[in-house]
C-alpha cells in the first residue's frame, strides 16, 4: 500500500515515525564563498513515498511576494533542498525553481490548504524535523519561518482531509476526535481559535476527502454506518448533521480488484458541469452500476461511462473544460491508459495531450493531485523519470500541461541531459549541449540562454550527422565546443543541419539566426569537438580523415581562414579540446598533450613514452600549465608532467585569481563536486551537509565567469561512452557561486517621473542568500550626497524623506529640487556594494506646456500630441508627459478638462 492510501486508511496502518535531532545547519565561515541559487533536479524527487497534496498559495496576498505552488507527501528532497533523514518535507515551486517551506516534518504530510491566507497542513507528524521543535498534533500552521501548533488542536491527530467552509477550517481525523470531553466523530472544524464539532451528532470516520458543492460541505471516505445510519461511505453536511446520498441505496458499494483496498471507499470529490463527481474505489453509486467514479445531480447518481476495471482513483481535476482524473489505473472507459491520468470530456475518455505512453519507459506509480498554478495545470504523484512523455522532457513526480503548448512539461525550466559548455556572447550568457532525456534527440534544442540561475531553452535543434565512432555519433546531435570568430558566436558539433539552415558540424549564431561556416570540405565521417580562434583564423579539431584543404588532405586539425579550409599539420588522433592560453594554442588528443610552435605541432613529453591520453582541458595557475584527463590531473613541471593529488576534473575555469575545478569526484566530503586550488592544494568548496546529494552521482561539466560570479553546469544520471544511460534520471544542474558573501543588487533603482507634490518611490533589493552571515544596512544617495529622514532630507526646500537607510525610499510632497540621480550603498561585514543609480524627474503641473507665458494654440497643439499617445510610460510620449496634469500615468479626457479652463481664460484676456 503507498505512503498516502496508509494514511487515509490509517485505522489499517500505524505508520512508524523515527524520533531525534536534527544537526545544526552548516553555516560558512564569514564572508567565504557561497552558492546563492541553482536549478536542481527536474520537479521533486522523492524517498519511497510520493506528492500527495498541492496547493496554489499567495503568502502576502496582492503584495510583492511570488505565488507559490505547495507540495506536501514522502519529499525527501526538493530543488536543492534535502530535507532531514527524520521526516519528510513541504516544498513550493514559485514558478523557477524550489524552495523548501520549513525543514521538513516528523511524518508524513497529506493534505493542505489555505485558510484565511494562511497555509494549513495536515498529516500525522509530531513536529518540525530538529531537536527541541514544538509538538505538532498532525496540523500545523506556517508562520513565515516555522509550523506552528493550533490553539487548543485536541491529542492524537492524523488528519486525512482539510477543507475551509463558512469561513472555518474543516479538519478530517483517521480517528474520532475527543473536544472538551466530549466525541464529536472524524470530524471537526477550527475557527482561528476555537475547535467544535459539526452539529451535535458525531461525524463519520474516516473521512478521506471533502468538497464544497452548490454551498454545501461533502465528506467521503471509509464509513460504512454513522450513528447506526447505513451511508456507505459519502455524506452531505446540511448545516446541523450529516445527511445520506442516494434514496434506498446510500453511498457507494461493490468493489474491483485492487490490491491497496478491501472495501469500498471515496478519495476524491469535486463540481463538474454543476454535478458532484466522486471517485475511487467502488463498483456502484446509488445502485446503479458505476466502477470507481459517478456523478451526483442532486437527487441520484450517474455512471462516467464504464469507468474502471481494476485499480482506483484518487484525484480529480479540471483542464480545459475536462475532468481530470488521476489514481493507479491502465485502462478506463475500455480506454488504454498506461499513465493513470485520464480526461472526460463530458460524453468520453482520452487520455491527455500528448499521450504519456513512450517505447523508452515511463511508468505511474500514481497520480494523486491536480492544481491549477499561473494558468497552467499542473499534476503531480509518482513518476518514473525517463521519456514519460516525449523525446525532450522529463517530468519528475510533479508536472504541469502547459496552456501555451499543450504538452506536459516539467517543473524545471530546462530538462535533461547534459550541458558541454558556456559561452558568453553580447553580454549574454549561454548554455549548449545535449538538451534531450533519450538515446536519440533529433532536432532537439541545443541552446539556451541563461538569466540569473534560470535557463530558457531558445534553439539549435540539430539533426544527426553520420559517423563510425558509436552511440552518440550514431544518434544524439550535439554542439561540443565554441569560440567567437568573424564576429558571431561559432559551434562545433555532431550535425548536419541547425534550426532547418544545412550545416556539417560547424555553425555560427548572431544572437538570433544560424548560417552555416564551412561550405565544403569537411568528409562525412567528421566528428568535432574543439574550436579555437587562433590568429585570425578558426582552428577545428575532432575525429576526421581525408579533409580537402588548400593544402592537401588534413587528419583530425584543421583551420578556416574565412574563405578557404587549410591544413594545420597533423595530429594522430582525436583532438578533443583546443585551447589559446596566453597567446599559445594547445592541443589535446586521446594519446598525448601538443603546443603549436608557430609551424608544427610540439608534442609533450619527456620522451617516447611520457604523453598523456585522453586530454580535455587546459589552464594555467601561477604561470604554471595544468591538465585534465579523463582520468587525473597533471602539471608541467621541468619538461615533463606530473600526476597531482586532485580529484578528477572535467573541466577547468579561472575565476577571482584562483583556478577552479569541476567534475564527478564522487566523495562524500565535497557534496556538490567544485574544488579551488589554493597554493597547491585543491580545496572543495561548497561542502555542506544539508547539500550532499544521493545517488545518481552529480557530475559537472562546465564552468565560467559571468558578470563576478562563477557559474557551473552539469547533469545527473549514468553517463557513457559520450552517451547517456536512458534508464537513469538525468537533468541539468545550473549554480551560481560568489566569491564572498558582500551585498549583491538584483533590483536596482529605476528612473521616476513625478508630479510635483506627490510621492515618489525608489527601490533597490539584494539577491537572494546575499545577506548572510550578517545583516545589510543601506544608505540613499540623491547626487551622490547622502539622504537624511525627514523634510527636506534629499534636498534642502525638498520633500520629505522616509526610508533613508532601507532597501525602499519614499520621498512625499516631491519638489523641484528633489529632481536627479538616485543610488544606494549597501554594506555589510563582507563588503559594500553601490547600486546603479535611477533619474526622478519632477514634472511641473501648468497648462502652459511650453512654458512661453500663455496657454494658446501652442500648447493645445503640444496637448493634442500627448492625448494621442496617451500612456505616461510610452517611450513615444514628448516633453516628459507633461500634459498629465492629475499625475495618474496617462493623458486622457480629466487632463484635457483641467487645461480648457485655463485656455478659454487666455484666450479672453488676450481679446
Known amino acids: 500500500m503507498n505512503i498516502r492510501l496508509a494514511w487515509k486508511l490509517a485505522f489499517l496502518v500505524t505508520l512508524f515515525v523515527a524520533s531525534g535531532g536534527r544537526a545544526q545547519p552548516w553555516v560558512p565561515p564569514p564572508c567565504e564563498g557561497v552558492f546563492d541559487g541553482g536549478i536542481g533536479y527536474p520537479g521533486i524527487v522523492l524517498g519511497s513515498g510520493s506528492v500527495s497534496a498541492m ?128 466525541n464529536v466523530g472524524g470530524a471537526a472544524r477550527f475557527d482561528g481559535s476555537t475547535w467544535r464539532g459539526l452539529g ?27 450513528n447506526g445510519v ?51 474505489f467502488f463498483g456502484s453509486a446509488g445502485g446503479t452500476p458505476a466502477t470507481c467514479i459517478a456523478s451526483w445531480d442532486g437527487s441520484a447518481f450517474h455512471a462516467l461511462g464504464t469507468g474502471l476495471s481494476s485499480d482506483h482513483i484518487e484525484a480529480l481535476g479540471e483542464h480545459g473544460g475536462k475532468l481530470t482524473v488521476g489514481g493507479t489505473f491502465k485502462f478506463i472507459g475500455g480506454v488504454k491508459i498506461l499513465s493513470a491520468f485520464a480526461l472526460w470530456d463530458g460524453s468520453a ?138 564576429g558571431k558566436l561559432t559551434f562545433v558539433g555532431l550535425f548536419n543541419s541547425i534550426d532547418g539552415v544545412p550545416a556539417r558540424c560547424v555553425a555560427a549564431f548572431d544572437g538570433t539566426d544560424w548560417q552555416a561556416v564551412i561550405p565544403s570540405g569537411l568528409p562525412d565521417n567528421t566528428s568535432l569537438f574543439s574550436v579555437a580562434n587562433f590568429d585570425g583564423t578558426l582552428v577545428i579539431g575532432g575525429s576526421f580523415s581525408g579533409a580537402t584543404t588548400v593544402e592537401g588532405m588534413a587528419n583530425n586539425i584543421a583551420r578556416w581562414d574565412g574563405a578557404q579550409l587549410h591544413s594545420m599539420g597533423t595530429l594522430p588522433t582525436t583532438v578533443w579540446v583546443l585551447k589559446v592560453i596566453e597567446g599559445t594554442l594547445y592541443a589535446g588528443t586521446s594519446s598525448d598533450a601538443y603546443r603549436w610552435d608557430g609551424s608544427q605541432w610540439i608534442a609533450m613529453r619527456s620522451d617516447a613514452n611520457a604523453g598523456i591520453k585522453d586530454v580535455i582541458d587546459f589552464e594555467t595557475n601561477a604561470g604554471d600549465l595544468y591538465v585534465a584527463t579523463e582520468t587525473s590531473v597533471y602539471k608541467w613541471i621541468g619538461e615533463q608532467w606530473v600526476r597531482q593529488p586532485a580529484p578528477n576534473m572535467k573541466s577547468f575555469v579561472r575565476f577571482d585569481n584562483h583556478l577552479y575545478g569541476v567534475g564527478s569526484f564522487y566523495s562524500s566530503t565535497n557534496a556538490l563536486n567544485i574544488s579551488k586550488l589554493d597554493g597547491t592544494t585543491w580545496r572543495a568548496i561548497g561542502t555542506t551537509p544539508d547539500n550532499q546529494r544521493p ?7 562546465c564552468a565560467t565567469e559571468f558578470h563576478g560570479r562563477l557559474y557551473i553546469a552539469g547533469f545527473l544520471g549514468t553517463k557513457y561512452y559520450q ?77 520629505t524623506v522616509q526610508g533613508a537607510t532601507s532597501a525602499t525610499l519614499h520621498i512625499y510632497g516631491v519638489q523641484p529640487s ?52 496617451m500612456i505616461c510610460n510610452d517611450p513615444a510620449m514628448p516633453d516628459g508627459c507633461s500634459a498629465d496634469f492629475n499625475g495618474d500615468g496617462f493623458v486622457d479626457d480629466q487632463d484635457f478638462v483641467l487645461f480648457v479652463p485655463a485656455y478659454n481664460v487666455i484666450l479672453a484676456t488676450g481679446a
Not at 695 to 701: A, G, L, R
Not at 759 to 765: E, K, N, W
Not at 835 to 863: E, Q, Y
Request: net charge negative; charged share 15%; aromatic share 10%.
Open 55 to 182: 496547493v496554489a498559495w499567495d503568502p502576502d496576498g496582492t503584495g510583492p511576494a511570488r505565488p507559490l505552488l505547495v507540495a506536501a507527501g514522502g519529499i525527501t528532497m526538493a530543488g536543492w533542498t534535502r530535507f532531514s533523514s527524520f521526516g519528510f518535507g513541504i516544498a513550493a515551486w514559485d514558478g523557477e525553481s524550489w524552495r523548501p517551506i520549513g525543514i521538513g516534518m516528523k511524518g508524513n504530510v497529506t493534505a493542505l490548504t489555505v485558510f484565511r491566507g494562511e497555509l494549513y497542513a495536515g498529516g500525522q507528524f509530531t513536529s518540525e524535523s530538529y531537536s527541541g521543535a514544538p509538538a505538532l498534533q498532525g496540523i500545523a500552521r506556517w508562520d513565515g519561518a516555522r509550523w506552528r501548533p493550533l490553539t487548543g488542536t485536541p491529542i492524537a491527530f492524523k488528519v486525512t482531509a482539510l477543507a475551509v467552509f463558512d469561513d472555518e477550517l474543516i479538519v478530517a481525523n483517521s480517528s474520532d476526535i475527543v473536544i472538551g470531553g466530549t
Open 723 to 799: 552517451g547517456i544511460s536512458v534508464s537513469s534520471p538525468s537533468g541539468i544542474i545550473l549554480t551560481r557561486y560568489s566569491k564572498d558573501t558582500s551585498p549583491r543588487f538584483e533590483g536596482e533603482p529605476s528612473d521616476q517621473c513625478v508630479t510635483v507634490g506627490h510621492s515618489g518611490l525608489m527601490q533597490a533589493s539584494l539577491e537572494a542568500g546575499a545577506e548572510r552571515p550578517s545583516a545589510v544596512t543601506f544608505q540613499w544617495r540623491h547626487d551622490g550626497v547622502p539622504i537624511s529622514e525627514g523634510v527636506g532630507g534629499a534636498s534642502a526646500g525638498g520633500g
Open 818 to 869: 528633489d529632481a536627479g540621480a538616485y543610488d544606494v550603498v549597501a554594506t555589510s561585514a563582507c563588503g559594500t556594494q553601490l547600486s546603479d543609480s535611477g533619474t526622478l524627474k519632477v514634472r511641473m503641473i501648468s497648462p502652459d506646456i511650453n512654458a512661453d507665458g500663455l496657454v494658446d494654440d501652442a500648447d493645445f497643439a503640444l496637448f493634442v500630441v500627448q492625448y494621442d499617445t
Open 349 to 486: 475518455w482520452e487520455s491527455p495531450p500528448p499521450s504519456t505512453t513512450h517505447p523508452n519507459g515511463g511508468s505511474f506509480a500514481g497520480v494523486r493531485a491536480f492544481e491549477t498554478f499561473q494558468g497552467s495545470f499542473h499534476f503531480a504523484g509518482s513518476f518514473s523519470s525517463v521519456g514519460a512523455y516525449d523525446y525532450a522532457r522529463e517530468v519528475r513526480n510533479v508536472g504541469r500541461i502547459s496552456n501555451v503548448t499543450g504538452k506536459p512539461e516539467p517543473l524545471t525550466p530546462l530538462p535533461g541531459s547534459w550541458p558541454d559548455g558556456f559561452a558568453v556572447y553580447n553580454d549574454t550568457l549561454y548554455l549548449y549541449g545535449v538538451f534531450s532525456q533519450v538515446g536519440a534527440n533529433w532536432n532537439s534544442p541545443s541552446l539556451a540562454r541563461v538569466d540569473g540561475t534560470s535557463i530558457n531553452l531558445i534553439g539549435g535543434a540539430m539533426t544527426p550527422a553520420h559517423s563510425s565512432l558509436g552511440l552518440e555519433d550514431a544518434w544524439i546531435a550535439r554542439l561540443r565546443a565554441t569560440a567567437v570568430f568573424d
Open 695 to 701: 545517488t545518481p552521482q552529480t557530475t559537472f561539466t
Open 230 to 280: 447505513a451511508f456507505n461511505n459519502v455524506a452531505r453536511w446540511d448545516g446541523s448533521a450529516w445527511q445520506t446520498l442516494g434514496g434506498a441505496n446510500p453511498g457507494v458499494t461493490g468493489t474491483v480488484p485492487d490490491p491497496n483496498y478491501f472495501g469500498p471507499t471515496v478519495l476524491a470529490m469535486r463540481t463538474y458541469q454543476d454535478r458532484l463527481v466522486i471517485a475511487g
Open 200 to 226: 451535535t451528532a458525531k461525524s463519520p470516520t474516516v473521512i478521506a476527502c471533502f468538497a464544497v458543492h452548490r454551498g454545501e460541505l461533502f465528506g467521503g471516505g471509509y464509513f460504512p454506518s454513522v
